[in-house]
C-alpha cells in the first residue's frame, strides 16, 4: 500500500471570531481575518501562498477565483470541491498530496460560510439540489425529505429501534460536546446543558430535538499545508498529516448513518467495522487504541455514534453506551470534538475541528487542553479520516 505518511504538514491556522452575520455580508470579509491570522500563524507573506482549495463555494461560501482576486494572491494550482462539508478531509488530502508532488509550495486550504445567505442546502437556488435524486441528503420535497435533518432523523430511529436507544441516551452526547465548548472562548455557545433541557426542547424531526441539531452559525478557516522540509522552518511545530483514508460512496453509504444499517440501500449484512475502514491507522502505523482524542462531524448528535462504530470505537449498537456517562466528554476515556463542534462551537464544515486538532497537538488550548495529546483522528459516518500527529 502506498502512504502519504508525515509528506505533508500543517504550518498555519487562522479563524474569525464565528458569530451570526447578515446575509449582506459577503463571506471574503470573515474570510479576510482568517487569511491574515494562517500567514501569520505560519509565519509566511502572501506572496508565498502558491496553492488554494476551496471547500464550499458561492452562494454561501466564496470561489477560488474570487479569493485569488480579492487577496492578490499568484496561484499556480487550485481546485474546489462541491458544496459540502463532506469534501473536508478530501480537500486536506489533496493538499498533502500536491505538496509532496511538487504541484505548490505552500497550500492554502479555504473554508468560508455566511449561514444567511441565499441558497444554502434544501433552499431554492442551491443548484446541487436539483440533480434528479433530489438534494444532497433526499431534500427535495417531491422525495419525502424538506429540510436535510430528515436524512438524519430516519437513521437515527432506525438505530433507536434496532438497539433500544432513546433520545435521553442520544442528550448525554450533545452535553458532553457542550461541556467541552464551555472550555473554548470561541465556541458560541456559553450556557450549559443538561439533558432534561434537551428533552424538554421541540422537536425539529422527531426523533430529533433541537439540541440534537449543529449551530447554522458560520465563520472562516484556514489551513496551511506544506512539505516536512519547509515546515521545519516555521514558528511552531509542525503538525504532520499520518493517515489519510478518503470518503466512501455506494450503496452501503447513506445521509446520517453508518453503513449496515439498513437506510436508503444498504445491506444490513454489511461487517462493521469493514476491514478497509481501519486503513487509515495502518497508513499512520498506530493503533486505534493509540488514539487521544476524536473529532468528527457532529452535523447532527447521532453522527457521533455512527462514526464510533463505523471506526470501531464501539461494536455495532453500543455507541449509545459508550456515549453516557461522560466519557467523550472532558477528561473522559475517549474526548469527542474537543472544541465544542458543530453542535456547539460554530458550523466550518469541520475545518474548525481540523484547527481544534493542530491548536490541541501545539498545546495552546488553555483550559481545554488534552494532557499528552500526540495522536488525533478525524473520521465520519461516510469513512472517510485523518490521523494527524505532532
Known sequence: MGTMRD??????????????????????????????????????????????????????????????????????????????GRQMSGVLAHAAMAVDAGLANYVACVCSINWARAGTVGDHGQFQDDREIGGAHFEHPYYGMTSPGGAWAMAARKYFDRYGATSADLAEVCVSIREHALRNPLAVMKKPLTVAEHQA???????????????????????????PERARNGPHKPIYIAGHQGMCAGRAEATGARPGLGIHQQDESYPVPRERDLLVYKMAGV?????????????MSSIV????????????????????????????????????????????????????MVRQLRGECGERQLPNAELLQWGTNRGDSLILRN
Open 287 to 299: 493503533e486505534r487504541s493509540d488514539i487521544d482524542a476524536f473529532y468528527t462531524y457532529d452535523a
Open 201 to 227: 426542547s421541540r422537536y425539529v424531526c422527531e426523533p430529533l430535538h433541537l439540541y440534537d441539531y449543529c449551530q447554522t452559525i458560520g465563520g472562516a478557516c484556514v489551513v496551511i499545508v506544506t512539505t
Open 7 to 84: 509528506r505533508a504538514a500543517i504550518i498555519g491556522v487562522g479563524n474569525n471570531q464565528y458569530g451570526k452575520m447578515t446575509a449582506a455580508v459577503s463571506p471574503l470579509v470573515p474570510l479576510a481575518a482568517a487569511f491574515k491570522n494562517a500567514l501569520a500563524d505560519a509565519g509566511i507573506q502572501r506572496d508565498e501562498v502558491d496553492g488554494i482549495l476551496v471547500n464550499i463555494g458561492t452562494p454561501f461560501g466564496v470561489d477560488y477565483d474570487q479569493v485569488s482576486e480579492a487577496f492578490g494572491l499568484d496561484i499556480r494550482f487550485s481546485d474546489q470541491t462541491w458544496t459540502h
Open 305 to 356: 455514534w455512527m462514526a464510533l462504530e463505523r471506526f470501531g470505537f464501539c461494536k455495532p449498537g453500543e455507541a449509545w453506551q459508550f456515549t453516557k456517562g461522560g466519557r467523550i466528554g472532558p477528561g473522559g476515556e475517549l474526548p469527542v470534538n474537543t472544541h465544542g463542534g458543530l453542535l456547539s462551537e460554530a458550523h466550518v464544515s469541520g475545518w474548525n475541528h481540523i484547527i481544534e
